[in-house]
C-alpha cells in the first residue's frame, strides 16, 4: 500500500510542465541554476546578480544551502554573475522566455588565482593614501564614523608569509570625527584618556592565509592601557605602482572592538532607557604600504 501510494506520488510530480503549479505575473519568466566548486560540491556562500541590457541590476542575493536560486523575473536578456570568496566569478549572458523557466543547470565556480604577494623584506605605511578609521553606533540608531589622522607603522615580510610581522602605532589625540566638542569628549579620561595614554599600539606576528585573497591578522591591541588580542579580517588587494613609478601593496581590513574590553565603559542613557554609544566600535583601515627607505 505504501509503495503504490509513493508510485502515485512519483506520478503526479512528473505530470505536467515545469510551472503548472507556480503561477506567475503576466509576461514573467523564471531564472535559476545551481552553482558547484571545482569537486561538484555547492557553493553556498556564493552570490549573484543579474543586470539587465543597460547594466541595471534586476535582482541579485545570496545563493540556498545547497548552491542554488530561483528568482522570478520578466521575459528578456539579462547577465548573469556568481561570485564567492576564492573562486573566478562565472558570467553569462541569459535569454528568459515568458512563462518558462532559463535553467543553467550546474554553473562551477573555479578557485581564483591569488594576487601576487609583496617581496620579502621591510615595509612601511603609506599614510598619504591610506587611512584608519572607525564607526559607532549613536542612541541606538545612527552611526558616527571617525578617522585617525596620524599614525605609522612597519611591516616586515618574511620569506613564507605566514611568518611576518607588523606594527602599528597610531596618535590617539589626532581622533576626527568631524565635531570639535565629540572629539573633545573623545579625547577626554571618559573615553581615549590621551593626556595617560597617547598612543594606541597593534604588534602582530601571526598572519593566517584563509584562501584566496583573504588573511586573518592577529596580535595584540594596546587601548587605553589595556593589551587585549585582536584579529582583522584582512583582504589582499595585491601589488601595484604608483604614479611615479614606485611599487605599492594594498589591503583591507575590519575588526570589532567592545568597549568595555579596553575599559572604556563610560555611558550615558536617554530617558526611553536607550544607551548614547553604542557598547562596540566597528574599525576598518585602508592600507598600502611601500618598501621602507
Not at 5 to 14: I, P
Not at 32 to 46: E, K, S
Not at 107 to 118: E, I, K, R, Y
Request: proline share 6%; net charge negative; aromatic share 6%.
Amino acid at each position: 500500500m505504501v509503495g503504490s501510494w509513493l508510485g502515485n506520488r512519483t506520478n503526479r510530480a512528473q505530470a505536467g510542465p515545469p510551472l503548472a503549479s507556480v503561477p506567475l505575473p503576466e509576461g514573467a519568466g523564471v531564472l535559476g541554476c545551481r552553482v558547484l566548486d571545482p569537486v561538484n560540491q555547492p557553493v553556498p556562500d556564493a552570490e549573484f546578480l543579474v543586470t539587465d541590457a543597460a547594466g541595471r541590476r534586476v535582482v541579485g542575493g545570496q545563493l540556498d544551502p545547497f548552491g542554488s536560486f530561483l528568482v522570478t523575473v520578466p521575459a528578456g536578456e539579462y547577465r548573469l554573475a556568481v561570485s564567492a570568496e576564492g573562486h573566478a566569478p562565472y558570467r553569462a549572458n541569459v535569454t528568459v522566455p515568458a512563462n518558462e523557466v532559463a535553467a543553467l543547470g550546474d554553473v562551477t565556480l573555479n578557485a581564483a588565482q591569488p594576487p601576487p604577494l609583496p617581496a620579502p623584506g621591510d615595509w612601511e605605511i603609506e599614510p598619504t593614501h591610506s587611512s584608519i578609521g572607525f564607526t559607532a553606533r549613536h542612541i541606538g540608531m545612527a552611526r558616527v564614523r571617525g578617522r585617525f589622522n596620524t599614525f605609522a607603522g612597519i611591516v616586515r615580510v618574511a620569506d613564507n608569509v605566514e611568518q611576518s610581522a607588523m606594527h602599528v602605532v597610531i596618535d590617539a589625540g589626532s581622533i576626527d570625527t568631524n565635531v570639535r566638542t565629540r572629539d573633545g569628549h573623545l579625547k577626554s579620561a571618559d573615553f581615549l584618556d590621551v593626556d595617560r595614554f597617547p598612543t594606541v599600539e597593534f604588534y602582530s606576528d601571526r598572519f593566517t592565509h584563509r584562501g584566496g585573497s583573504r588573511w586573518g591578522v592577529t596580535g595584540a591591541l594596546s587601548l587605553h592601557g589595556v593589551t587585549r588580542t585582536v584579529t582583522l579580517d584582512t583582504e589582499y588587494l595585491g601589488v601595484g605602482n604608483g604614479t611615479e613609478g614606485e611599487v605599492r601593496a594594498a589591503c583591507r581590513a575590519t575588526a570589532e572592538l567592545r568597549r568595555d574590553d579596553f575599559t572604556m565603559s563610560w555611558q550615558s542613557m536617554l530617558a526611553r532607557g536607550i544607551a548614547m554609544v553604542g557598547t562596540s566600535i566597528t574599525v576598518d583601515l585602508d592600507i598600502q604600504i611601500v618598501p621602507k627607505g
